[in-house]
């Protein structure tokens, strides 16, 4: 049981905008930034969003991280083949003195 | 470029120890901090800890404490993780991470490639 709370899994089609959700608590998301890390199957995790809603030189605009309260939000437009992959949200918890990640979501591009 | 390698798969008995290497490069080792995630099969990432490039100083999460180390050698600008008595639900991949960014805001920027442990007997 992770302590963010993502969807399993979420689809689009090439073009479409896909949005994933993660939600946390006051100790975590409330609090703290959240960041997102994509991985490609059979891959290490690289960053996508740093700070809520900065993206790490060489990620396309068409990424685009927000956050509201205890809960925040990985965009992504113009959907491509290339971005079916696991989207992982991660925020700093209080409680663990660390970082917690949401159990991740699974993009399938149809 | 930041690079990160990491030592080869290993595969040990329920109650034995692994060491898992960590080679940085393409950076000053000093200025950064390294963390270890481990993915268990099939399952989400999992933050062990982290230490310091600097000096050593090392925050373990709470769970593994008394069975994780996390030691620097700054003459190779290499990272090592410890885990002791090793259970079958320690079979993972591990990963080190570049950490950025203070406590209460660490995040990842740069990965190593992985490295699996399987537990079994």
């Given amino acids: ?110 | 470029q930041v690079q990160l390698v990491q030592s080869g798969a290993e595969v040990k008995k329920p109650g034995a120890s692994v060491k898992v290497s960590c080679e940085a490069s393409g950076y000053t080792f000093s200025s950064y901090g390294i963390s270890w995630v481990r993915q268990a099969p099939g399952q989400g990432l999992e933050w062990m800890g982290w230490i310091s490039g600097y000096n050593g100083n090392t925050n373990y999460v709470q769970k593994l404490q008394g069975r994780v180390t996390m030691t620097t050698d700054t003459s190779t600008s290499t990272v090592y993780m410890e885990l002791r008595s090793l259970r079958s639900d320690d079979t993972a991949v591990y990963y080190c991470a570049r950490t950025k960014g203070p406590k209460g805001g660490y995040y990842f920027d740069s990965w190593g490639q992985g490295t699996l442990v399987t537990v079994s007997s």
């Fill in chain 1, 1 to 110: 049981q992770s302590v963010l709370t993502q969807p399993p899994s979420a689809s689009g089609t090439p073009g479409q905008r896909v949005t994933i959700s993660c939600s946390g608590s006051s100790s975590n998301i409330g609090r703290n930034f959240v960041y997102w890390y994509q991985q490609l199957p059979g891959t290490a995790p690289t960053v996508l969003i740093y700070r809520n809603d900065q993206r790490p030189s060489g990620v396309p605009d068409r990424f685009s991280g927000s956050k509201s309260g205890t809960s925040a939000s990985l965009a992504i437009s113009g959907l491509r083949s290339e971005d079916e992959a696991d989207y992982y949200c991660a925020a700093w918890e209080d409680s663990v003195n660390g970082p917690v990640f949401g159990g991740g979501t699974k993009l399938t591009v149809l």
